[in-house]
């Protein structure tokens, strides 16, 4: 069973930058797809990016042109890149993994990460 661990968070300014990453140990499979999501308080968990096996990416359109998502499979590390960050960046932001195609709903995931908060100040 894999297991996610996220790191990078923090309280940044609006139009800062900021690298999440997340760490895959266990029996992860090459052909996983990863997926960032985030959930801000009181809403639903929500699409960030993903990224298959073989490196196509997809983006949500709240964050198309200032997050890019990377994956090393030697490493077995997906990395979210975010720039020019928005207050309405601010939420919880999980790593998640599955074994097939890229999926938008967070229902689709059977492996999560515990979270690592984002707050972007005004």
């Known amino acids: 069973q894999a297991h996610l661990v996220e790191s990078g968070g923090g309280l940044v300014q609006a139009g800062d930058s900021l690298r999440l990453s997340c760490a895959a140990f266990?029996?992860?499979?090459?052909?996983?797809?990863f997926s960032w999501f985030r959930q801000a308080p009181g809403k639903e968990r929500e699409f960030v990016a993903g990224?298959?096996?073989?490196?196509?990416?997809d983006y949500a359109d709240s964050v198309k042109g200032r997050c890019t998502i990377l994956r090393d499979n030697e490493k077995n590390t997906v990395n979210l890149e975010m720039n020019r960050l928005k207050p309405e960046d601010t939420g919880i932001y999980y790593c998640?993994?599955?074994?097939?195609?890229?999926?938008?709903?967070?229902?689709?995931?059977?492996?999560w990460g515990q979270g690592t908060q984002v707050t972007v100040s005004s």
């Open positions: 266990g029996p992860t499979s090459r052909t996983y797809t």
């Open positions: 990224i298959t096996w073989n490196s196509n990416t």
């Open positions: 998640a993994a599955r074994a097939g195609p890229l999926r938008y709903n967070a229902d689709s995931y059977n492996y």
